[in-house]
């Protein structure tokens, strides 16, 4: 499965890039299972690359919007859009430290794809 994570309010804090709680976990979890996970983002790519590896976290960051080399699964994001690729996961925005967005479970993003509810599954 190939997950997409937007970065900007998704994986970072839209105010002040402090990492989304769990999400270097979740990230970590999902390539054990078998996930490809990528990133994307509508500012500076080079700039958004060096502070997710900065933050520990490796992986190619892509412009929103453009040709990708592949069809992501699912796509998480904030504020998913129309024309994203494969199944859109919205996820409320992490904002700061002081206003946490929630954890996003793995169990959901792997439950998601395959049209399962996790919870009852």
């Not at 270097?24 to 958004?48: D, M």
């Amino acid at each position: 499965m190939r997950i997409m994570f937007d970065l900007m309010g998704t994986v970072f804090g839209a105010i002040d890039m402090s990492l989304r709680p769990g999400i270097k976990e979740t990230i970590k979890a999902l390539r054990e299972n078998g996930c490809q996970v990528g990133f994307w983002t509508s500012g500076p790519v080079e700039q958004y690359r060096a502070v997710l590896n900065g933050a520990g976290i490796t992986g190619e960051v892509y412009r929103k919007g453009v040709h990708l080399p592949f069809v992501p699964d699912i796509c998480v994001d904030d504020s998913p859009e129309e024309w994203m690729p494969g199944e859109l996961f919205a996820v409320k925005p992490h904002i700061s430290d002081v206003m946490p967005g929630v954890s996003i479970l793995v169990a959901e993003l792997m439950g998601f794809n395959e049209k399962r509810n996790f919870f009852r599954d």
